[in-house]
């Protein structure tokens, strides 16, 4: 079965940075387009990144653009976050998600994602 494993998350200082990886398996990775969204407490959850199969584009929502970076390694089956000069409100959950090719104008919307992964929490301190 499809399997999408988060890691990376933690508690960070504001300014600080982290990486979190979305090891995907159970599916041909470079036929799907994957994103990354963020449940904070008390929020609904809402997109932060996503990036095309090929990798040729990427799209950020604007409260994270020019801080966070979404990469892939289509070898290794892996989807990653990089995430820089975090804040407080960068606090959540973050999932990883698989969606199948389509109309990038659809990669913001949590509806047209299939396969989703549990979770890594982040937090970051004022």
């Known amino acids: 079965q499809v399997q999408l494993v988060e890691s990376g998350g933690g508690l960070v200082q504001a300014g600080a940075s982290l990486r979190l990886s979305c090891a995907a398996s159970?599916?041909?990775?470079?036929?799907?387009?994957m994103g990354w969204f963020r449940q904070a407490p008390g929020k609904e959850r809402e997109f932060v990144a996503a990036?095309?199969?090929?990798?040729?584009?990427?799209y950020y929502a604007d409260s994270v653009k020019g801080r966070f970076t979404i990469s892939r390694d289509n070898a290794k089956n892996t989807v990653y976050l990089q995430m820089n000069s975090l804040k407080p409100e960068d606090t959540a959950v973050y999932y990883c998600?698989?969606?199948?090719?389509?109309?990038?104008?659809?990669?913001?919307?949590?509806?047209?994602?299939?396969?989703w992964g549990q979770g890594t929490q982040v937090t970051v301190s004022s």
């Open positions: 990036i095309r199969r090929s990798t040729d584009r990427t």
């Open positions: 998600a698989a969606k199948t090719s389509g109309s990038p104008l659809l990669l913001t919307r949590i509806n047209e994602y299939t396969y």
């Open positions: 159970g599916l041909t990775f470079s036929s799907y387009a």
